[in-house]
Every structure is written in C-alpha cells, then in structure tokens.
C-alpha cells in the first residue's frame, strides 16, 4: 500500500482545510464587531494599533484575548512586580467611569441632585467604602461596604 494520497483524500483533505479557514475568518469577524462598552474600541481596532483603549477591555474582550496571552507569555496570570498606583480591579474602574460618564449627563441636564449623588458614589468606590457590587449606598451601613471583592 502506498503513502500517496488518493484524488479523493486529497480533495477531502482540501475541503476540510477550506472549512476551517472559513470558520476561523467567521470567528474572527464576529470577534472585530465586539465593543467595549467603556472606551468604544473594537477588537478590530485592538488587532490593527495592538493597543487596547482601557483596563475593562480585558474583560470586554477576555475570550479573544486568553489565546492570545497565553502563546505570547505562556500562562494567564502575571508573575512579577505590581506597580504602585494599581488603582483596583478592572470591574471597579469600569465602574468609576461608567459612575463619571452618568454624573457629567446629569450636569448637562441640569439635573444637579443626581449628579451630587454620583458624585458622592464616586468618591465612595474611590476610597474604598463601595465596591461595584452595591448600587445604592443610601440604605446600607458601614459593615455592608468591602474594599475589595470576594474571593470566589
């Protein structure tokens, strides 16, 4: 029996390669039209300029980016120094820009009493005393409020 292929084999094995480049491109194009809800960048954007727009992006765009992380740096978690002004996790600054875009709305409409609140909010999630968990701080006491998020 001979390691040549057949005219039949061959062309399946063509067929199958067609196949996946197709899948990989519709994967692809499905994963360039996802947006991150904070900054606006689309993953296209991310893969022409190689740079992501902010932290929640790594979280907008996790399961695009997990193969990616993994073939450049071999692992998901980082190892190493962690710089001195680490402002929290992404989910929190998600939160402080997400609490900033609404109090600036509520300026613009005048709407000066929720704006205070926002304002308060965000001083809040900035000092520690919210996490992004709680929404309405006004009917939660002191002992409600955690620094930091539960480890799960």
Not at 19 to 48: H, M, N, V, Y
Not at 74 to 101: F, I, W
Not at 123 to 144: F, I, K, L, M, P
Request: hydrophobic share 35%; glycine share 6%.
């Amino acid at each position: 029996m001979s390691n040549e292929e057949t005219p039949a084999s061959a062309l399946s094995s063509m067929l199958a390669k067609q196949l996946k480049i197709e899948k990989a491109s519709e994967e692809l194009a499905s994963a360039d039209k996802k947006t991150c809800p904070i900054c606006g960048i689309t993953f296209a954007d991310f893969r022409k300029g190689g740079r992501l727009g902010c932290a929640y992006d790594y979280v907008a765009f996790e399961e695009d980016l997990e193969p990616l992380l993994v073939n450049i740096h071999g692992a998901l978690e980082h190892v190493g120094k962690v710089p001195t002004n680490l402002s929290g996790s992404p989910e929190r600054q998600q939160r402080l820009m997400q609490l900033k875009v609404e109090m600036k709305e509520a300026i613009d409409k005048e709407d000066y009493e929720t704006a205070s609140r926002l304002r308060d909010k965000i001083s809040a999630v900035e000092s520690g005393q919210e996490t992004v968990w709680n929404d309405d701080t006004s009917e939660q006491s002191d002992d409600d409020f955690q620094s930091e998020p539960p480890i799960v």
